[in-house]
């Protein structure tokens, strides 16, 4: 069977869910994604939310695949970018081009909303060389940046 590309809406609070454990196995990070989950009420306000895309790759309606996207509307001009936050394939399901699939249908949302660009981070390291590989695969690097983490709270 076929891997289907599904836009969530706030009805798919569900495979939401499914995405967050998904996220939580393929990074290696349970807690982080899955033990203090939100509420129902709040997912649903969240893919709800225009700013927010999340992506899931179902086979057999089962989450294979999982992308978490920010639309950033621009301030310096009347347009857009949009961020990948997560994106993460299910390890067995890897290297059948779920990945390409999420950003392909990612291309297709930035397009309908007026985005210019779609970014995304990869770490430079042994753990995001297939990422990196498949980002140059699609894109460009554009600079070398640091990411800092700013705490809110003192």
């Known amino acids: 069977m076929t891997t289907q590309i599904h836009h969530l809406t706030a009805n798919d609070v569900t495979i ?49 695949g999982a992308m978490a996207a920010y639309e950033l509307v621009k301030f310096e001009q009347e347009r857009s970018e949009i961020y990948i936050y997560d994106l993460a394939v299910d390890k067995s399901h890897r290297r059948k081009g779920i990945a390409t699939s999420l950003i392909e249908e990612l291309k297709n949302i930035a397009v309908k909303r007026g985005a210019y660009v779609i970014f995304v981070q990869a770490d430079k390291g042994i753990e995001d060389e297939p990422a990196i590989a498949l980002y140059n695969k699609l894109g460009e690097t554009c600079e070398d940046v640091f990411h800092f983490d700013i705490q809110v709270n003192n």
């Not at 203090?36 to 790759?57: C, G, H, R, T, V």
């Open 16 to 64: 939401m869910r499914s995405m967050l454990t998904t996220f939580g196995e393929v990074f290696n990070d349970m807690n982080t994604y899955t033990e203090m989950q939100p509420n129902s009420n709040y997912l649903e306000k969240l893919l709800n939310n225009d700013s927010f895309i999340a992506l899931a790759a179902l086979k057999n309606n089962n989450v294979v």
